[in-house]
């Protein structure tokens, strides 16, 4: 199955990269970079010397290396893109693509209380559980493009009320 070699008296077993998808350890995608990448945020954090001991979640995207991070505004501002591969550094723990409205301002059912769920615009495009009866509920992939390259809920309130303060309105028009 895999090799296994003998080092300071321990044995140590490398499985090939197939059997490492099996058992989900390479990621959603059988991305061999998956585990590479979240060991270089981790490296890159510490090496920043970043404390998670105050923090309740600290969100990086494995789909874009990590030596990009401190630079610009990807830590104020992360981005979603379509292909998002999102982790939690703080729980360790990856993010399902539903997840990716919530992060995007949007009350998704079953993820929040009810009287919030209301609120949510596309109640047809998420699926309910076993209850659901729709056929046009998006796949992850989908859910990943929809929300990728999408603004913050809050963002698109704030331009259409900037847009709207700003607006040359004449008179009689």
Same mark, same amino acid.
């Given at each position: 199955?895999?090799?296994?070699?003998?080092?300071?008296?321990?044995?140590?077993?490398?499985?090939?990269?197939?059997? =490492?998808?099996?058992?989900?350890?390479?990621?959603?995608?059988?991305? +061999?970079?998956?585990?590479?990448? =979240?060991?270089?945020?981790?490296?890159?954090?510490?090496? @920043?010397?970043?404390?998670?001991?105050?923090?309740?979640?600290?969100?990086?995207?494995?789909?874009?290396?990590?030596?990009?991070?401190?630079?610009? =505004?990807? @830590?104020?501002?992360?981005?979603?893109?379509?292909?998002?591969?999102?982790? #939690?550094?703080?729980?360790?723990?990856?993010?399902?693509?539903?997840? @990716? %409205?919530?992060?995007?301002?949007?009350?998704?059912?079953?993820?929040?209380?009810?009287?919030?769920? #209301?609120?949510?615009?596309?109640?047809?495009?998420?699926?309910?559980?076993?209850?659901?009866?729709? #056929?046009?509920?998006?796949?992850?992939?989908?859910?990943?493009?929809?929300?990728?390259?999408?603004?913050? =809920?809050?963002?698109?309130?704030?331009?259409?009320?900037? +847009? %709207?303060?700003?607006? #040359?309105?004449?008179?009689?028009?």
């Amino acid at each position: 199955m895999g090799d296994t070699s003998q080092g300071s008296g321990a044995e140590s077993t490398t499985l090939p990269n197939q059997e =490492l998808c099996r058992l989900g350890q390479s990621g959603p995608f059988c991305d +061999a970079s998956y585990r590479l990448r =979240l060991d270089k945020y981790r490296q890159l954090f510490e090496a @920043h010397k970043v404390s998670f001991n105050n923090v309740a979640i600290q969100i990086v995207n494995l789909e874009q290396n990590a030596e990009h991070f401190f630079h610009g =505004l990807s @830590h104020v501002a992360p981005r979603l893109l379509k292909k998002s591969m999102l982790y #939690d550094l703080v729980s360790n723990k990856e993010f399902v693509p539903v997840q @990716h %409205w919530l992060i995007q301002g949007y009350p998704v059912p079953g993820l929040v209380p009810q009287y919030l769920s #209301d609120f949510f615009p596309f109640p047809s495009l998420v699926d309910h559980g076993p209850v659901s009866n729709n #056929d046009h509920v998006l796949t992850d992939a989908e859910t990943r493009e929809v929300t990728g390259m999408a603004f913050h =809920l809050s963002c698109v309130g704030a331009m259409l009320m900037y +847009a %709207w303060a700003a607006a #040359d309105v004449a008179e009689g028009r």
